[in-house]
């Protein structure tokens, strides 16, 4: 069956660390994987896209890396701060969806303590 | 100022009640999209419309219906039928429809609007 799996429900990190978070999927063959954040009690807001045959993207302290072999993307946040508290999410752009359809995993709870 | 409106914030439904949430847009974008978010769960998606006057089903739509009459408003109803409608929905959409279809489109949310059974 198809899955996307984020690693952990929740992540507790000390402010000025690099937060790390992981996407992995099962029986997909993603063209993009996306990155959104969602704050309690709203809708999610788009961050950062990574092709397929990208290997690296960046925006500010944020980095995003694809590794199709491995079938897995990984979300850092460096010089992490409280206010980057919230939920990540990563969904993937399926190549056998005619609608180019997100498929999403259940995201990653980000804490970041002072 | 554009973007995606979706009303009311919360919404309450009595049992075999019908309750239509709305989801307006004018990001002059084609695709629309309705998606489910519960607790600890991803978001599920029930309808989209990648045109006007056409929609389709996503993975859960039994016990919703949805229309597109226009290109900004996307409505969705909760019918008697879906017994377990409490939940968050979510209203998107993407700029790409039937044509130029591209792979890398994002999409863009409404707030959201959460509905609970009296």
């Known amino acids: 069956s198809q899955k996307i799996e984020q690693n952990s429900e929740a992540l507790n990190i000390q402010e000025g660390k690099t937060a790390t978070l992981t996407c992995n999927y099962t029986?997909?063959?993603?063209?993009?994987l996306q990155w959104y954040r969602q704050d309690p009690g709203r809708g999610p807001v788009f961050l950062l896209l990574i092709r397929e045959n990208e290997k690296e993207k960046r925006k500010e302290r944020l980095k995003v890396t694809f590794d199709t072999t491995l079938k897995q993307s990984l979300f850092h946040i460096t010089a992490s701060q409280p206010a980057d508290s919230a939920t990540y999410l990563c969904?993937?752009?399926?190549?056998?969806?005619?609608?180019?359809?997100?498929?999403f995993g259940r995201g990653t709870q980000l804490t970041v303590w002072p | 100022d554009g973007g995606i409106t979706q009303s009311p914030k919360y919404l309450f439904r009595k049992e075999g009640q019908n309750v239509t949430l709305s989801c307006e847009q004018n990001l002059n974008h084609d695709a629309m999209y309705w998606y489910r978010q519960d607790p600890g769960q991803g978001l599920r998606l029930i309808y989209y419309s990648q045109i006007v006057n056409d929609f389709q089903k996503g993975d859960i739509a039994e016990g919703y219906s949805v229309s597109r009459e226009k290109k900004e408003s996307f409505p969705l109803t909760v019918t008697s039928a879906q017994k377990n409608p409490t939940a968050f929905y979510l209203c998107?959409?993407?700029?790409?429809?039937?044509?130029?279809?591209?792979?890398?489109?994002?999409?863009?949310f409404g707030p959201g609007t959460r509905l609970l059974v009296l």
């Open positions: 969904a993937l752009i399926d190549r056998g969806s005619t609608l180019g359809r997100l498929y």
């Open positions: 029986n997909y063959s993603p063209a993009y």
């Open positions: 998107a959409s993407s700029r790409t429809g039937t044509s130029g279809f591209t792979y890398q489109e994002t999409q863009y």
